[in-house]
């Protein structure tokens, strides 16, 4: 079985309870939180699971689809040992 390495940053404890929302993109489901537009300052968060990896992701400064492009472009990190060239 090869090794998993958790890549995460959440929000601990989850305070934003009932306001994430299901989203389907390419295939696979992610849970998405917007702030209300009163809310400033605070970050839009997606959260997805890849291969047993829960993946966060958050900011405040870049929009929402943009995020969700980011996350299209995730690619699994190869977990053999490379030697030094």
């Known amino acids: 079985m090869a090794p998993k390495v958790p890549i995460t940053s959440s929000p601990a404890p989850d305070?934003?309870?009932?306001?994430w929302r299901a989203l389907e993109r390419g295939g696979e489901e992610l849970q998405i939180f917007e702030?209300?537009?009163?809310r400033q300052g605070v970050p839009t968060?997606?959260?997805?699971?890849?291969?047993?990896?829960?993946i966060n992701i958050s900011s405040a400064d870049i929009p929402l689809e943009e995020l969700?492009?980011?996350?299209?472009?995730?690619?699994?990190?190869?977990?053999?040992?490379?030697?030094?060239?």
Do not use: Q, Y
Not at 68 to 84: I, K, M, N, Q, S
């Open 35 to 38: 702030p209300d537009e009163a």
């Open 45 to 54: 968060f997606i959260r997805l699971e890849r291969e047993g990896t829960r």
């Open 68 to 85: 969700l492009a980011l996350t299209d472009l995730l690619v699994r990190v190869p977990t053999e040992r490379r030697g030094f060239t």
């Open 15 to 19: 305070h934003f309870g009932k306001r």
